[in-house]
């Protein structure tokens, strides 16, 4: 009896401490029966920003209007849209916001190039200072004739 | 001129630093997102009126009727909305301002009963108990109201309830505006 508790106590130990898989937002009844529509809206679901949460995904996302633009994403999918309709339809509804990855356009250069251009002016600033700085070679010139003949009358005159 | 640029880090440093002050301290919200639909129609829809309550359903042919119409989703599981019915009341009251309801994600019952304790200034409410039109009008939460102008486009939208303060401020100037 009391090696039978023990078991049970250690599998329901080992049961507790076993890592779980990461919860899904996604509830059952989303889900549609076609796999490949299923798939393409998981995969577009990644890429669609949930528009409570700021930085979270309509995929990952247990907020009310993350389910019920999931659910429009695969209602669009079975009416037959692409994947690019899908977006087109939630950008025209809620704007570059919903996008995870925001469009390259004008407004959004700066965020897009700014690493770049800084990353080249601060390689230029470091191209100029290198090529800028006397080369040590040039300082070490010798003496020349006179100058050692004073430079020897000059440490004759300290010994005296 | 070779000296100044060695002000150059400071130059960048105090430009950097107001970025982040104005980003931090302005009074910004970044969850308030800019309307993707301002300037825009109003999205084509049609709901049917809340079962049990008299007030016609709305459809956005209700909405290019030549007048400026107030526009507001509302639930009566919403505390907020609650709160902001007494300002809605008024202007229609006392502004003559025409209001309209969207009930979003709501039970017909419940609906019904807040309409009842709270009183309906809407002279026309669709049900959206899927919530499916909240999605079409860019909807984040309950409750928002959105100013549509006599031609039925979006000229203003409003997240969140409507405080008493911002009715001078940010409501009557947008129904102003949108009645030129």
């Known amino acids: ?160 | 001129m070779r000296y100044l640029l060695y002000f150059l880090p400071l130059v960048i440093f105090c430009g950097a630093g107001v970025a982040f002050w104005w980003a931090l301290d302005s009074g910004r919200d970044p969850s308030r997102l800019p309307s993707a639909l301002i300037d825009r129609p109003a999205p084509e829809f049609a709901l049917p009126p809340i079962e049990g309550v008299d007030t016609p359903g709305l459809a956005s042919g209700d909405l290019a009727t030549g007048e400026v119409t107030l526009v507001n989703v509302f639930a009566s599981w919403c505390v907020p909305c609650r709160a902001e019915h007494p300002i809605l009341v008024r202007l229609n009251k006392q502004e003559g301002i025409r209001l309209v309801g969207i009930n979003y994600q709501d039970k017909p019952e419940d609906a019904a009963r807040f309409l009842e304790e709270l009183t309906n200034p809407y002279s026309r409410i669709g049900a959206d108990p899927q919530g499916r039109v909240g999605l079409d009008w860019g909807l984040t939460g309950v409750p928002e109201t959105f100013v549509v102008d006599g031609t039925g486009r979006i000229r203003y939208r409003h997240v969140g309830p409507i405080h008493s303060s911002e009715v001078e401020s940010l409501i009557l100037p947008a129904v102003e505006e949108a009645r030129k």
């Open chain 1, 1 to 160: 009896m009391i090696r039978r508790l023990l078991a049970v106590g250690l599998i329901a130990g080992l049961v507790a401490i076993l890592p779980t898989p990461p919860a899904l937002a996604l509830m059952p009844d989303e889900i549609l029966d076609d796999p490949n529509l299923e798939a393409r809206a998981r995969a577009l679901s990644r890429d669609l920003r949930c528009v409570v949460c700021q930085n979270e995904a309509i995929d990952s996302s247990n907020a009310e209007i993350a389910r019920q633009m999931r659910l429009l994403v695969r209602e669009r999918l079975v009416a037959g849209d692409d994947d690019g309709q899908v977006m087109d339809y939630l950008q025209a509804r809620y704007g570059d916001y919903v996008l995870m990855k925001p469009p390259v356009k004008p407004e959004t250069y700066l965020l897009w190039y700014g690493p770049a251009v800084v990353l080249l002016l601060g390689g230029l600033g470091v191209a100029f200072y290198l090529l800028r700085r006397p080369k040590a070679a040039e300082a070490a010139e010798p003496l020349t004739a006179a100058e050692r003949e004073r430079l020897k009358r000059l440490l004759d005159k300290e010994d005296a």
